[in-house]
């Protein structure tokens, strides 16, 4: 698959430039770049330095005030550095002069993001929805990008009508390669939901989370399987399914996309048929990387894409990961400052979350393997429960076994 969105020279150094607005105040947009740096190390790129500017409201022309842009093009000049990634999702217009004015390349969240999925993508099908969430998101984009695409399959609509303009005659074809990609995933869709109605009535577990939580790692402990896991965002994109059996109890346990803030809107439509893992399944595995500062607002980022995703309420345990990671700062005695996050141990925030979610929470470490135990007891009380509502008549032969292990 052609990768549209960055050029082939990786390791180039980039700026990464943010907004403070009423929406997002200071602290938050430097998470969110420091996010956005991740997301350029994964794809290969080197964070330079980050700008920031505090504005009511996104500048429509230029995203950044004039006076910024010329800050951030000398600075450029001075250091040699020919990419600028911005933190939000920029218009034509705004990278249209954006690079009038810097005369360099001009990325944002959305493009990088789909940069990184292409790299990702392994299966067919993964690169059929990363393709089509690409000409998605190029179509508007086409008075900059002059995308040739003579080489690609569907060369039949390359033949140019009279009178037509280069740009008529790239949006014609791009048109034509989404509604190809389109007809292309219909057909897969329907192979994989024939796939997963062959599953028969088994229970549905699905791991959801942040990207970069552990939900692989996890996968693995408990499937006794090999799934790929790595400390980068979106190591895997390819839904993955195991069969997994917890003392006399099969059921299925997938692994999904792990979700990220301002994930771009063609993604999860493309990402569609991924996704129905989540919507079909019985129980939600909502694995949370407790040793990240802002977890609780990832928790919030990650119920907000599943209300997107199917507004049904699904039973839902929540798993605190990597609390070997957790640290904290305690207060002194004498120290009568408000206190905040940063000096509530881990005991508090177990106390306080066990108080919310009753006994649907646990705390646990994947990598050293810590309540690994406890967890899978959990997972198997609330699978049980699942699979006797379905199967009423089971509930002797789940007694009988309860008596026999005592």
Request: net charge negative.
């Amino acid at each position: 698959m052609k990768d549209f969105i960055i050029s082939e020279s990786k390791n180039e150094q980039a700026i990464l430039v943010g907004l403070i607005t009423q929406e997002q105040n200071e602290e938050q947009v430097k998470e969110y770049l420091d996010e956005l740096a991740f997301l350029a190390e994964t794809a290969g790129i080197i964070p330079a330095k980050n700008f920031t500017q505090k504005l009511d409201k996104p500048n429509p022309v230029t995203f950044v005030g004039t006076g910024k842009l010329q800050e951030i093009k000398q600075y450029m000049e001075d250091n040699e550095i020919g990419l600028v990634i911005f933190d939000d999702e920029l218009s034509p217009k705004q990278i249209r002069n954006i690079e009038k004015e810097l005369q360099v390349k001009i990325l944002d969240r959305t493009s990088l993001i789909l940069d990184i999925f292409a790299m990702r993508a392994q299966t067919a099908y993964a690169k059929t929805q990363v393709e089509l969430a690409q000409y998605q998101y190029l179509l508007p984009r086409l008075t900059r990008l002059w995308t040739h695409l003579d080489r690609q399959r569907g060369g039949g609509v390359m033949m140019r009508g009279v009178g037509e303009t280069q740009l008529e005659t790239d949006r014609r074809i791009i048109l034509n390669k989404i509604s190809f990609l389109k007809e292309e995933l219909k057909s897969i869709d329907k192979q994989m939901s024939s796939q997963r109605k062959n599953r028969g009535k088994m229970v549905r577990v699905a791991l959801v989370g942040y990207t970069n939580v552990g939900k692989s790692t996890l996968m693995n402990l408990l499937s006794k399987s090999e799934v790929f896991a790595e400390n980068k965002l979106f190591a895997t994109l390819d839904t993955t399914v195991r069969k997994v059996i917890i003392d006399n109890l099969p059921f299925l346990l997938s692994d999904t996309v792990g979700f990220i803030r301002k994930l771009p809107t063609h993604l999860v439509e493309s990402f569609k048929s991924t996704l129905d893992e989540v919507r079909e399944a019985d129980l939600l595995l909502h694995v949370v990387d407790i040793s990240h500062p802002n977890f609780e607002e990832q928790i919030e980022v990650v119920n907000s894409t599943l209300l997107d995703i199917d507004k049904e309420e699904k039973p839902t345990v929540l798993i605190f990961n990597k609390v070997d990671a957790f640290t904290y700062t305690p207060k002194e005695e004498d120290d009568l400052t408000p206190m905040t996050k940063e000096n509530v141990s881990l005991e508090e925030l177990k106390k306080s979350w066990m108080n919310k979610m009753h006994d649907d929470c646990i705390f646990i470490s994947a990598k050293e393997k810590l309540n690994i135990d406890e967890l899978k007891q959990k997972v198997y009380d609330r699978v049980k429960e699942i699979h006797i509502e379905r199967y009423p008549y089971n509930d002797f032969l789940f007694q009988k076994y309860d008596e026999e292990m005592e």
